[in-house]
């Protein structure tokens, strides 16, 4: 049997009805393109939420009061003013605790900023120097609070992005003053823009020093929350453990499972978005994977309509001695052809369609190869699967009765 032939013989058939070959394609173009896209996309979401959370700081720990039942320390709700600034100094101050470089207490509130004729709701965080750190913050313009400032209770204000688009519109904000629950604060620095959405978006937030923001403007004297930044990656559990047990110990607490505090790690952050997002992957795969199953099942109407327009070819040739094999593998390869060259052009439109809605809603482009790879041996996968129904109804077709055929 010369496949070279059989190659051959099937492309001529196959170009001879170009429009029947084009609509027996275009189901697995377009379920092939889908599976590419989705799974691109749903990449690059996941790519998009990992480069969120990890820009919010480097192998970062956060101390919530009350418990949440989450990580190493678990108990029942508890009170959610239990964290203090005492607290946040005690760990910072420790021998206990070496797996820690940095410690930032932070209060956060959210409050209407005005100036001029211009005002916008945003959250306020009133912070330390070491935030900078703790939350990898990068300055646009300016600089960020400092120690001294805190300590002082200066009534200075860093602010991010969105913020002095909305107060100050193309003018440099660094210099000017915004009203703060009535007070006045002068603003000396504006931070580099991180994207984000939503009441938490770090570009929508306005920074003051932590002791200003606790006893001049919201009147309170506990911490939202304490960030803390590990060492290295390695040494997370063990920083939170040594957090944990430091706290239960300050605040007189021997049992773990009464904890008033709880501690949320930067890897159970990724790991619970991971899961959603990879999730939602998996099920616009599916969906997708449908129209695959429905391509396979136009390939399969559209070839034995073939088989029964060439019954008299077919009878001809196994008249003339074909065997049975070489009329199975001339309709194999044809459906093949058909779906190879369906994935190939799926392939294409379906890294095209993922490269436009990356740029159009700002997602990182991501390509799997895996999925590349997947796609094109399921579409050669269906080639054969519902090639081969018609293929052996054309093979064991009696070559008398095919002959006698109108």
Partial sequence: MDYFELLTSAVEALTLNKLRTALATLGIIIGIGSVIALVSLGQASQASVQSQIESLGAN??????????????????????????????????????????????????????????????????????????????????GTFITDSENQSLAKVAVIGPQVAADL???????????????????????????????FQNPDNIVYI????????????????????????????????????????ARHHLSDPSKADFSILSQSDILGAASQVTGTFTSLLSGIAAISLLVGGIGIMNIMLVTVTERTREIGLRKALGAKKKTIVSQFLIEAVILTLVGGLLGMLLGIAVSYGISLLISLPFVLSLSSILLALTVSGGIGILFGWYPARKA????????????
């Fill in 395 to 406: 093979a064991s077709l009696s070559p008398i009765e095919a002959l006698r055929y109108e």
């Fill in 168 to 198: 100050f519109g193309t003018a440099s904000p660094v210099g000017q003053t915004l009203r703060l629950n009535g007070i006045s604060f002068t603003i000396e620095g504006v931070t580099v823009s991180k994207g984000g959405s939503g």
């Fill in 209 to 248: 020093p932590l002791l200003t923001a606790q006893q001049q403007v919201f009147g309170v004297d506990y911490l939202s929350n304490i960030s803390l930044s590990a060492k290295s990656q390695s040494v997370m559990t063990s920083a939170e453990n040594e957090v944990g047990y430091f706290l239960l």
């Fill in 60 to 141: 970062l720990l956060t101390v919530l009061p009350g418990s949440q039942n989450q990580g190493a320390l678990r108990g029942a709700p508890g009170s959610t003013e239990t964290l203090t600034y005492d607290d946040a100094k005690a760990i910072a101050a420790s021998s206990q605790i070496p797996d820690i470089s940095a410690v930032s207490p932070e209060y956060q509130s959210r409050a209407q900023v005005s100036t001029g004729q211009t005002n916008s709701n945003v959250q306020v965080a009133g912070v330390t120097g070491m935030y900078e750190t703790v939350h990898n913050v990068s300055m646009a313009e």
